[in-house]
C-alpha cells in the first residue's frame, strides 16, 4: 500500500495550507528569513497547486483521486462541488470531524483497525462513502482508548460543520443531510481541478 510520508509542515508550506486545516496547531518558521522569488505561476501550475491541495487534505493518491473525478463528472451538477462533496463524504474525513481523531491521518488509521461503526456495523474502510441518515460512532472496545479520549479533548474547540451532528458523551454522530459546498470550508478551487483533467 502506498503511503505518503512528506512532513505535513512542509508540505502545508509549499501548497500554502494553513496547518490547522490538516488538524495540526504547529507552526514552522522555516524559510521566514528567505525571500523566495518565484516566477509567476502557469495556468497548469495553478490547476496542478489545486489538485494537489485537494489529495494532501483529504489523504487520497492519484488512481483514487482520480476515481472520484469520473464519478463527479457523471453526476448532474457542478462537477468541481461534486467532487469536494465526495472527498468530504469519506468516512475518515467525518471521523475528524466529528472530533474522534487529531487529523484525518490519524481517523484514517483508527477506522483502519476497525474503531469504528457504520449504522451498528464495524466498516474498516476509510473511503467508505456515508450517507444521510447513517450513524457513526466509536466500537465499544475502543471508547477507552487514549487516542479516542486525547482528540475529544482538543476537539472540543473545534466546530462540527452543519450537515453532522455529534454527541460527545454516546460518542457518536449522526449525518444529518449531505454536505453541500456552502458548507465545506476548503479554501479549493475545484473548477481548476476539472479544467486540468479535462484537458
Known amino acids: 500500500m502506498a503511503v505518503d510520508r512528506t512532513p505535513v509542515l512542509k ?3 509549499s501548497l500554502g495550507i494553513d496547518p490547522t486545516v490538516m488538524g495540526i496547531n504547529k507552526t514552522s518558521k522555516r524559510g521566514e528569513g528567505k525571500r523566495q522569488q518565484r516566477r509567476q505561476e502557469s495556468e497548469y501550475g495553478q490547476q496542478l497547486r ?3 491541495k485537494a489529495k494532501f487534505i483529504y489523504g487520497v493518491l492519484e488512481t483514487q483521486f ?3 473525478y ?12 461534486n467532487l469536494l462533496i465526495m472527498l468530504e463524504s469519506r468516512l475518515d474525513n467525518v ?3 466529528l472530533g474522534f481523531a487529531h487529523t484525518r491521518r490519524e481517523a484514517r488509521q483508527t477506522v483502519g483497525h476497525g474503531h ?3 449504522n451498528g456495523r464495524r466498516v474498516d474502510i476509510p473511503s467508505y462513502r456515508v450517507r444521510m441518515g447513517d450513524v457513526i460512532s466509536v466500537a465499544p472496545k475502543a471508547k477507552d482508548l487514549l487516542v479516542i479520549k486525547s482528540a475529544l479533548v482538543a476537539s472540543e474547540a473545534r466546530q462540527v460543520p452543519a450537515w453532522l ?3 460527545l458523551e454516546k460518542l457518536q454522530g449522526k449525518v444529518l443531510q ?3 459546498r456552502d458548507q465545506i470550508d476548503m479554501d479549493i478551487q475545484t473548477n481548476l481541478i476539472i479544467e486540468l483533467y479535462s484537458k
Open 11 to 13: 508540505r502545508c508550506r
Open 116 to 118: 469504528i461503526l457504520v
Open 165 to 167: 451532528e455529534v454527541d
Open 178 to 180: 449531505a454536505p453541500t
Open 70 to 81: 469520473t464519478k463527479a463528472v457523471r453526476e448532474p451538477g457542478v462537477s468541481g462541488d
Open 50 to 52: 489545486e489538485k494537489q
Open 66 to 68: 482520480h476515481n472520484y
Open 95 to 97: 471521523v475528524f470531524r
